[in-house]
């Protein structure tokens, strides 16, 4: 089982990217994904969930609109594209497989994780 995440890199404040998170080994339509983050001297912390068959979703409060999350389970693929991003959204993210269908936030509710990709926002 496998998690690959890409498309971090630099971006200026009010600029936009798209993660991607290509799963490998698994049957993705069978697990919900979610994507979480993790700032230089921070924990990790949530970010966006989305259920198996991509009818629910869920995003951390500080998401505000700015990031949707989606998902093509026919190409295996996940996708966090993000706009608006600011200093704060500095951090490497993670995509990770939950052990179940439905929505998940915690980090525990999560089985398989991807090695991250980082995300750098200038000011």
């Known amino acids: 089982v496998q998690l690959q995440a890409s498309g971090g890199g630099l971006v200026q404040t009010g600029g936009s990217l798209r993660l991607s998170c290509a799963v490998s080994g698994f049957t993705l339509d069978d697990f919900a994904i979610g994507w979480f983050r993790q700032a230089p001297g921070k924990e990790r912390e949530f970010v966006s969930t989305?259920?198996?068959?991509?009818?629910?979703?869920s995003d951390a409060n500080f998401v505000k609109g700015r990031f949707t999350i989606s998902r093509d389970n026919e190409k295996n693929m996940v996708y966090l594209q993000m706009h608006r991003l600011a200093p704060e959204d500095t951090a490497v993210y993670y995509c990770?497989?939950?052990?179940?269908?439905?929505?998940?936030?915690?980090?525990?509710?999560?089985?398989?994780w991807g090695q991250g990709t980082l995300v750098t926002v200038s000011s």
């Open positions: 990770a497989a939950s052990g179940g269908s439905f929505t998940a936030v915690e980090e525990h509710e999560y089985t398989f």
């Open positions: 989305i259920s198996a068959s991509g009818g629910s979703t």
